[in-house]
């Protein structure tokens, strides 16, 4: 029995050679931090506190590994030999308590950019070591559950948020409108409101409904990849927040951080015709999939309706045309057929329902920046590109839910939320680069 054996064995010597926590501690200078935190921290005032190095590596020790809580991440560090070892404490030494990162984030990091910084801090390394391609971001989103009792909430009307390009289009609209011998619609200034459900548990998160899934209160977690899989950026919203309202902020973070893509590639939730005059725009080459035309079965498409450039009309499967109509307050065009035409044509029951005969086709402003994605998704580039989304931004996904606690959350509100996906994807990326990087020691 060797229990109460006594031996002389140095902690070195016990963590295994290609061990995570050795590679990590290989890859990359943690000192960096102390630079990130010097405004915090008083050196002549106070009692000593914790090495904020140390309150760091210990959060890193939980996310790297997936541990689900704090707490349980401190009872894990006393008994771990490799992660004593990680924070510098011998086999005797006593760990900080599991309160005193939660402590030092309300008293010293809550309202500032500290989680941020470290994140870009390990992909700037990560990037000058070659290993990032940003060539092509790969954006998605997924969404994270909320510490929340899906049944306590109220109802609310809220203020719904004008969309980043609302004036833009407006000013395009009255444009049209003029071109066409119409009268301009006045400038909206009236406020759109909403009926929303509130959590009372965790009012910043959203409640998310999507085709058969769990109705639940929930976080969006909106990431951009690379190539390689290595995450380029992130932005936390509530559920209730749709996929393309974020693209412009997470792209222009991305652009600003990292540098600009050459090329973007979405999934179909982003395919609206603002994202893809966006990405046109910023000359960035759109990667978008195909979209199931939502006309019902028996009637004709509207890609079988041909457009007529020139002379700004529709041409039917029966050669009539739909010269134009008018401009929508939304910003679409609309055609319609002549119904005393219609009203005798032989395909008029798989053309439309309508009572007086007449079909209606509408058209959106930027409908052409669709039309050149639709284009360009015949191309081998965007073939590859797109076919890269399931080892990417899919990947990630899968990783972070699976290896690092990212399924669900027992934080509450929007800005822990926001530190746990920085965190998080800080703590992937330097996985990733720790075990690409690692170098094996050479037998003495």
Request: aromatic share 12%.
């Amino acid at each position: 029995n060797n229990r109460h054996q006594i031996e002389m064995v140095a902690l070195d010597e016990l963590v295994p050679e290609d061990h995570l926590v050795r590679k990590v501690e290989q890859a990359i200078n943690f000192d960096f931090i102390y630079q990130l935190v010097e405004d915090k921290y008083s050196l002549d005032n106070g009692r000593p506190s914790i090495d904020p190095v140390v309150l760091i590596k210990m959060v890193f020790v939980q996310y790297l590994f997936g541990i689900r809580s704090m707490r349980q991440t401190i009872k894990e560090i006393e008994t771990n030999l490799a992660y004593r070892w990680f924070l510098g404490y011998g086999f005797t030494e006593k760990i900080p308590h599991f309160s005193t990162f939660g402590k030092n984030y309300e008293r010293r990091f809550k309202d500032t950019d500290l989680f941020e910084r470290i994140f870009y801090r390990i992909l700037k390394e990560a990037m000058d070591k070659k290993l990032v391609d940003p060539s092509v971001a790969f954006i998605d989103s997924t969404h994270v559950k909320a510490s929340a009792n899906k049944k306590k909430y109220d109802k609310k009307v809220v203020r719904v948020e004008a969309k980043s390009y609302q004036k833009q289009l407006e000013l395009e609209i009255n444009a049209d409108r003029e071109a066409h011998g119409k009268k301009e619609f006045p400038l909206q200034d009236k406020e759109e409101t909403k009926e929303v459900k509130v959590s009372k548990t965790d009012p910043d998160s959203g409640y998310y409904v999507k085709d058969e899934r769990e109705k639940l209160f929930a976080y969006s977690v909106h990431t951009a990849s690379d190539s390689k899989g290595f995450i380029l950026g992130t932005k936390v919203t509530g559920a209730n927040v749709h996929d393309s309202c974020m693209l412009d902020t997470l792209l222009n973070e991305v652009i600003e951080k990292v540098g600009k893509p050459t090329a973007v590639a979405v999934d179909a939730g982003y395919k609206t015709p603002f994202i893809a005059k966006y990405l046109m725009d910023q000359e960035i080459r759109p990667v978008m999939p195909y979209t199931r035309p939502r006309t019902k079965d028996g009637y004709f498409k509207k890609h079988e309706y041909v457009y007529d450039e020139y002379y700004d009309c529709y041409i039917c499967p029966e050669q009539q045309v739909l010269p134009y109509r008018t401009t929508t307050r939304d910003g679409y065009k609309q055609y319609a057929s002549d119904p005393e035409i219609c009203k005798n044509c032989p395909f008029l029951d798989k053309c439309t329902q309508s009572k007086n005969h007449q079909k209606l086709i509408h058209r959106h402003l930027w409908e052409e920046y669709i039309e050149e994605c639709d284009h360009l998704r015949h191309t081998p580039e965007n073939k590859y590109i797109y076919a890269k989304r399931k080892e990417t931004i899919e990947r990630v996904f899968a990783d972070a839910k699976e290896k690092h606690g990212m399924r669900w959350t027992t934080l509450r509100g929007l800005k822990k939320l926001s530190m746990q996906a920085m965190l998080t994807f800080a703590a992937m990326n330097l996985k990733k680069m720790a075990c690409w990087t690692w170098k094996k020691p050479c037998p003495a």
